[in-house]
């Protein structure tokens, strides 16, 4: 297979295409199949490894963006720009005004006058990235694979994007207002009150990790009450919610407000730290200026390093960097009986 063909292929792969005479699985063996006579021996990678790393930069950087906007873009604005290059992201200023105005104004008084004006500010990038090791006798014995790493690598820069989110909503709870948000354990009725402050700006979406949303269960269309001789909470639950249960595992709906659930990984092979706090769940108003801003920076950077035992690590990394536009438009509620699993020197506190 040439260079050209190899990269037609990684392309397809990334995107979950195929061109003609393939399919999307045979697609992913010729992809396989082309790092193997590539990289087949440790020669072979010595001398094409500058054009693998460029093709796996490509797809890399083909795929990225589309993921972070197929998980964040109901709420979160993407931009991609080169580097080196300012992220300017535009946020509507007369809108707030004019809520002001509209609390201020009585009969016969002097009007003021707005218009729905914008303004422009930029967000900043920083580095985040990862690395993999590579045993070169496990993969020419086929127990390795260069593509298992580019997976590896590609899934790990995404979390790195869930991670600088979740860090600037953490970051703007300090400053939001008392009503934005809760905290205990689960209680639909608090639920609802944060639908409510948030329905005020659009309509009330739910974005939570699927341990916050197991947790939710069905909700009840009556008052659940407690049954004096068997001490059984009785009540009735929709039927639309047992069934999503029974057929997803998770409620798909909460008191008219869609629930979305947010990607959630382990950081290791432990399965002990999570990307994402499982206790907090975000209200994000759908159809508005999106809260979030993300931008990814210029192109993905891969270097290596050979170790003593023959070995090689592979490192990538990615500038991208995140913002909160506001902290009044939308709620969050953190669900104190689940327990804490995110992983805390990811966020830096």
Known sequence: MTLKEFRDIALHAAKGTAPANFTVENVNEAFIDGLKELAGSYNQFMKNRYDIYDIIIESIDEILPKNVIDA???????KVVGQGEKAMFRRKLGRARAKKF?????????????????????VGAHAVGGGATID???MLDGAESLAEVVGIVTEGLENAVYVEVQKALNAALAVMPATNKVSGSWDPEEMVKLLSVVRAYGAP???ACPE???AMGPDAIVPVLMNSTTNVAQGIYSPKDIEAIHDYGFINVFRGAPVVQLPQSFVDESNKETYVNPRIAFVMPAGQEKVVKVVLEGATQIRDHENKDNSMEVFAWKKMGCAILTHHNWAMYEN????DTSAKDIYGF
């Open 212 to 214: 916050f949303v197991a």
């Open 136 to 138: 070169f006798e496990r």
């Open 102 to 122: 509209l609390t201020q104004v009585g009969l016969s008084s002097v009007y003021e006058t707005f218009r729905l004006d914008s303004d422009t500010f930029e």
């Open 205 to 207: 979406v739910i974005y």
């Open 336 to 339: 104190t009986s689940l327990t």
């Open 72 to 78: 964040l873009g109901a709420f979160a604005e993407v």
